[in-house]
Nanobody, 122 residues
Framework: QLQLVESGGGLVQPGGSLRLSCAASGFTLDYYAVGWFRQAPGKEREGISY????????NYADSVKGRFAISRDNAKNTVYLQMNRLKPEDTAVYYCAAGDWNALDVASYDYWGQGTQVTVSS
């Protein structure tokens, strides 16, 4: 069974940091681009970062550029999202997804995790 599981979410104060993990089981992430997405209440799901299958190409949405960093450890079949200098507007459910294309749009990804909540509040 192909599965992606996110972890590492939680409550953090503004300016703080979190590291999200996306662990794959049932398939090898080496062959896939992996994207991170988020969805705030009442808003559409937005792509915030992706990593190519090799990790050699990454991209970020303007809203997180310079604060978030995506990385992958193919030996552990896991992709990470380091989030620094968090803001209240970063509050959302965060999802990882795997697909064949390096992209920030939802339609480019075939496999999705269940999401992890990130809340930035004092």
């Amino acid at each position: 069974q192909l599965q992606l599981v996110e972890s590492g979410g939680g409550l953090v104060q503004p300016g703080g940091s979190l590291r999200l993990s996306c662990a794959a089981s049932g398939f090898t992430l080496d062959y896939y681009a992996v994207g991170w997405f988020r969805q705030a209440p009442g808003k559409e799901r937005e792509g915030i970062s992706y990593s190519s299958s090799s990790g050699g190409s990454t991209n970020y949405a303007d809203s997180v550029k310079g604060r978030f960093a995506i990385s992958r450890d193919n030996a552990k079949n896991t992709v990470y999202l380091q989030m620094n200098r968090l803001k209240p507007e970063d509050t959302a459910v965060y999802y990882c997804a795997a697909g064949d294309w390096n992209a920030l749009d939802v339609a480019s990804y075939d496999y999705w995790g269940q999401g992890t909540q990130v809340t930035v509040s004092s």
